[in-house]
């Protein structure tokens, strides 16, 4: 992932899309942990500490229940450092 890259963070069960900038370094590998600055593209409750899942790609085609389905994409967990208005 690189600086300008959009993705959907989760918190609990808001779901929302945020613009991230990846600081001291230019991308972040899979698996690798960095901290990044993140402009959340509509308001949420978000409180320091807060813990958020990161998604990424295609999110998966809508299925009849009891049918699975593969997909791509990449998933992440963070926590929130700091939580700025």
Not at 14 to 27: I, K, M, S
Not at 61 to 80: C, D, F, N, S, Y
């Amino acid at each position: 992932m690189r600086s300008g890259h959009i993705g959907l963070l989760l918190f609990g069960t808001a779901v929302v899309a945020g613009r991230f900038d990846v600081l001291g370094q230019e991308t972040i590998a899979p698996g690798e942990g960095a901290t990044v600055a993140v402009e959340l593209v509509q308001p949420v409750y978000l409180e320091d500490g807060m813990r958020f899942l990161l998604r990424d790609g295609n999110q998966g085609p809508l299925l009849p229940a009891g049918e699975r389905a593969r997909w791509a994409g990449t998933a992440g967990m963070g926590r929130v450092l700091e939580a700025r208005g």
